[in-house]
């Protein structure tokens, strides 16, 4: 399966932490892409890393990709209240999106 | 420019019932997904149009959905009848060719009663 999956299922920090949630998948890839969800919105889309890229900065983000070991990870800087959501990776090979289960992140003011 | 729109952003029916989503992707995009997510669990991918055609269908869990987009503009996807486990979020995305970089809608939260 393509399926990504993220690490931990969930998450819960205190305003001002940072967040560090994992990607691990299993076939090659062109590309990984991180998602959000808030409680019951629609996907809003992060951040796209490339397969030859290592790294990449969104403003409190920063998204790294290793892809020998086939796992990428999601950081989030400075975590708000407003940050509380669920994330998702999301790997682009030949198929279409194939999306893990996400990582609920909990932000406690 | 006006992003992927679904419509309607959530429906309550009874099992049996019949409901039918639409997704009006974003003007251009040739690739339209539908994806599915059951409460708590992952985001599955149900079907992917290219233009009109369905180029992959193979995420769709039975005979009682049914996808089309006639003309290749908006979509439409049917639940008939709908059963308990139907219930989830509905999301639509939409990308241009040969691009991978999809762009979502806010999606259709679906609950069978």
């Known amino acids: 399966s393509q399926q990504g999956e993220e690490d931990p299922q969930a998450l819960s920090i205190q305003e001002g932490e940072n967040a560090t949630m994992n990607c691990s998948y299993k076939t090659s890839i062109n590309n990984l892409q991180w998602y959000r969800q808030n409680s019951g919105r629609g996907l809003v889309h992060l951040i796209l890393?490339?397969?030859?890229?290592r790294e990449k900065h969104s403003g409190r983000l920063r998204v790294t990709l290793d892809t020998s070991k086939k796992s990428s990870s999601l950081l989030i800087t400075a975590s708000r209240a407003a940050d509380t959501a669920s994330y998702f990776c999301a790997i682009s090979g030949n198929t279409p999106l194939v999306f893990g289960k996400g990582t609920r992140l909990s932000v406690i003011a | 420019e006006a992003g992927v729109t679904q419509f309607p952003s959530h429906s309550v029916i009874e099992k049996g019932q019949t409901v039918t989503l639409r997704c009006d992707p974003i003007?251009?995009?040739?690739?339209l997904y539908w994806y599915r997510r059951v409460m708590g669990k992952e985001i599955k991918f149900l079907l992917h149009?290219?233009?009109?055609?369905?180029?992959?269908e193979s995420g769709m869990p039975n005979n009682r959905f049914l996808a089309e987009r006639t003309g290749g503009t908006y979509s439409t996807l049917k639940v008939q009848p709908a059963e308990l486990e139907d219930s989830g979020v509905y999301f639509c995305a939409s990308s241009t060719r040969g691009n991978t970089e999809a762009f979502f809608g806010q999606g259709t939260r679906l609950t069978v009663v």
């Open positions: 890393i490339r397969s030859n890229e």
């Open positions: 003007s251009g995009h040739d690739n």
């Open positions: 149009f290219v233009k009109e055609s369905k180029q992959d």
